[in-house]
């Protein structure tokens, strides 16, 4: 049977990326059907407004189904005309403002605040900064930033180190190096010396020894560094590394990054810095 | 006037993410209230949500008010259960799926694709491979990569090129390099002859030369570097040098990453990789 279709619209005054991640998120839940979506950002003046809405309209009459429409409007006036299209018009903020109003006995502003945009400047730096910082320590490189770093991913190549590092900087702030165990640092049986001075920061990544081998088979097919019996004898060596250093670890195997990420928000504790 | 306080639990049994960030989005529109947010991810088990359910009640009992929780449950069972709670209980996507599921007339299968999870091996390998991509191709590093890039960001340093390169390898899996434009790509007026042969994917950042002079004063102050005269030269020459060259432009003062990212995604009309 082929797929319905429906078309799809995310339309805001800021970036959309709330209501475009919610709606792929909403709509992975209907495999019946086909989506067509449509961004569109930017959406602050009458002429952009009244553009949404023709091609909305438009859209309408050629699939003869009405589109949905994901919309975040910060401007009020925006917000009731959107829903003048022939669409099922979907406003993921008023709602849920409407009821948290009622609960707290309160307005909202409906100020700065929704999609995205810089809030607070002093927050909003340090997330930029801590974006630099993963990538200046990225791979054992400059060791002498560690004294800054909030954690230290430790792992074999391809464990997941590197975008953990770079998801954590840009969602939280924080500041994330990360270190690949080599050969050489088995050679006396303990933590490498550069990072013996921050064990409490360290945590150890580990992962399936032959979901490593598939990694790294299509990073470089057939080489020595892919075979399946290198990749469980480094994935064993680290964890017992891991284990036997009482180094906090986490198992990446078939889990996505905001995963990996949670999960060691979690096990360390580590404060979540919002994002302005 | 002290603010006031209320609690808020954003509560997963997949990592919450979704819901923080909603959350995160909405609380700042009561800027009168001064939210205390904890964040339990993972909760999968029975016992978890029984934990989850009393500390939700405890901190219930010691507020004196009713703790805001933002649930996003894919376990039905445990989306009916956390709302016995003493809490105002909102569930982010039962209320959408709803007036998704009676739109098109179809049941939500309430399967993966909540809260960031591996959908599709392929494409999150892609996302995974575009995020070491950038990290491989920042601030000028491997030219001989280019020609596997969707974007290569052009600018002087600090002008926001590797956040951004980072946010759209991220969150939409696209390849992006970037190239600091520096005093000796000056010398003969044109592109650096490194860039000359990728024209149509090049994307010049540009930014206010004051607001850069603030950024390179916090990162070498009083250095020449940051000198605001400095600055000023370095803007005015890279914007010549895209206007001369036809190199489309962004001007990244005062905006966030996320805008930048959605600017250029509109500008250049790159497709919208959707994350798994």
Redesign the interface.
């Known amino acids: 049977m082929a797929l319905?279709k429906?078309s799809v619209f995310i339309v805001s005054d800021?970036?959309?990326?709330?209501a475009?991640?919610?709606a792929?998120?909403?709509?992975?839940?209907?495999?019946?059907?086909h989506f067509m979506?449509t961004?569109l950002?930017?959406v602050d003046s009458d002429h952009k407004l009244n553009e949404a809405i023709s091609q909305i309209n438009m859209i309408q009459e050629a699939d003869g189904s009405r589109p949905?429409v994901f919309v975040t409007f910060v401007n009020a006036d925006y917000r009731k005309r959107i829903e003048q299209a022939d669409a099922?018009v979907?406003d993921?903020?008023s709602?849920?403002?409407g009821?948290?109003s009622r609960?707290?006995n309160?307005m909202?502003?409906?100020?700065a605040?929704?999609?995205?945009?810089?809030?607070d400047q002093g927050r909003?730096?340090s997330r930029?900064d801590a974006?630099?910082f993963a990538?200046d320590c990225?791979d054992g490189v400059n060791p002498d930033a560690y004294d800054q770093a909030d954690l230290i991913l430790v792992g074999v190549s391809r464990s997941g180190k590197?975008?953990t590092c770079?998801?954590l900087a840009?969602?939280f702030g924080l500041y994330c190096a990360n270190y690949p165990l080599t050969e050489d640092d088995y050679l006396d049986d303990g933590l490498p010396s550069t990072l013996d001075a921050y064990r409490d920061r360290l945590v150890g990544l580990t992962i399936d020894a032959r979901r490593l081998h598939e990694?790294r088979q299509?990073r470089r097919p057939d080489s020595e560094y892919a075979k399946l019996d290198q990749c469980q004898i480094e994935v064993r060596r680290a964890e017992d590394l891991f284990r036997h250093r009482g180094i906090l670890m986490a198992d990446t195997s078939?889990?996505?990054?905001?995963?990996i990420?949670?999960?060691l928000?979690?096990k360390t504790g580590l404060r979540?810095e919002?994002?302005?």
Chains 1, 2 share one sequence.
Request: charged content about 15%; glycine content about 6%; proline content about 5%.
């Open positions: 319905a429906r800021r970036t959309g990326l709330t475009e991640e919610l792929q998120t909403l709509l992975t839940q209907f495999p019946q059907v979506t961004v950002p930017f949905i099922l979907i993921v903020f709602s849920f403002l009821i948290l609960e707290m309160l909202p502003s409906w100020q605040g929704f999609s995205h945009g810089v809030i909003y730096n930029i974006i630099h990538m990225d590197t975008p770079v998801y840009m969602h990694i299509k078939g889990i996505s990054v905001e995963e990420a949670t999960t928000l979690q979540r919002y994002l302005g």
